[in-house]
């Protein structure tokens, strides 16, 4: 004779005890998963892609910046070089004859004004052709 | 672990899919008594799985790992599914009896009238009179799959059954 618990036992275990996914459970998930593999790969192509282009953005940002630095050293040292020029020139006035004073007095306005044009060129130069290079060519 | 190290995800899910599938079906059919719901939640935990496999470093044990995925994976499908179903709803009835599918005589009977009584039963106890008679009796399987110490299994289940006896015996009386 089975008593109240066994038999409780008895219902429980045939109401759970069976209990399991539906037959196709293994071939959906599958499929989902074949699906899901799909996916990862198109999004870790766009993921790499955006990484990269992330990368190409930095490096461009990067050299601009490396070039912006450049120019105002050149720029400064242009400015050096005129400096050191026109000291020169003061130091160098009094040795000089009569005829380099009198060639200075009449060319001098026109060489100052080179001197002073080609000092500007040089930075206005350089930006110029920071401005009109593709960043693509950058790298 | 040697297929997971190895990249080989799928063939890593094709082998702990038959250890695993019910015992992960049966968890969140415990929390979510609906079987449609439990079946999505599985697929999505071995979808998981699968995703979060590279990332697993064998610091515990697969089965631990698994079953806090479904644990969680239950508890936010029962969080976005509201009101709860109800283990004696025709649908459920329908899945048990579909799950059975030729069950001695005798028990037909009283089918529904224990379903009803489980279903009274508190969440805790009521998991765990499921996953007990669902993984052939097994506390310390049960109590790893909830994440409870096995006392507490014992006390729980010892909890249950006295109240299913005792309401099946008031049933059994009032008949």
Known sequence: MSTPDSEL????????GGLDTRADFDARLMARLRVASQT??????????????TRHRRAVLELQSRRRLTMGLLALDALGISLLL??????AWSRFGGEVIGISRQYGPYIALWLAVLIAAVPLLGIWSE??????RLL | ME????????EAIALLLPAFRRKVFGL????????????????EVFIKLWRALPAFDGRASMSTWIYTIA??????ALRARRPQSSLSDAAVMDTVESSNPVP????????????????QLPPKQRQVIMLFYMEEQSLEEVAAMLAMPLGTVKTLLHRARARLSASAGKMSATA
């Open chain 1, 9 to 16: 036992d008895k219902h429980l275990a045939a109401l759970f």
């Open chain 1, 40 to 53: 990862d790969a198109t999004e870790q192509a766009m993921r790499a892609r955006e990484r990269e282009l």
């Open chain 1, 86 to 91: 026109i000291v020169a020139v003061i130091t």
């Open chain 1, 131 to 136: 401005q009109t290079r593709s960043p693509s």
């Open chain 2, 3 to 10: 297929l997971v190290r190895a990249e080989r995800r799928d």
């Open chain 2, 28 to 43: 969140a059919y415990s929390f979510l008594r609906d079987r449609d719901a439990a079946e999505d939640v599985a697929q």
């Open chain 2, 71 to 76: 644990r969680n994976a239950s508890l936010s």
């Open chain 2, 104 to 119: 001695p005589a005798d028990l037909l009977v009283d089918r529904a009238a224990i379903l009803r009584l489980v279903d």
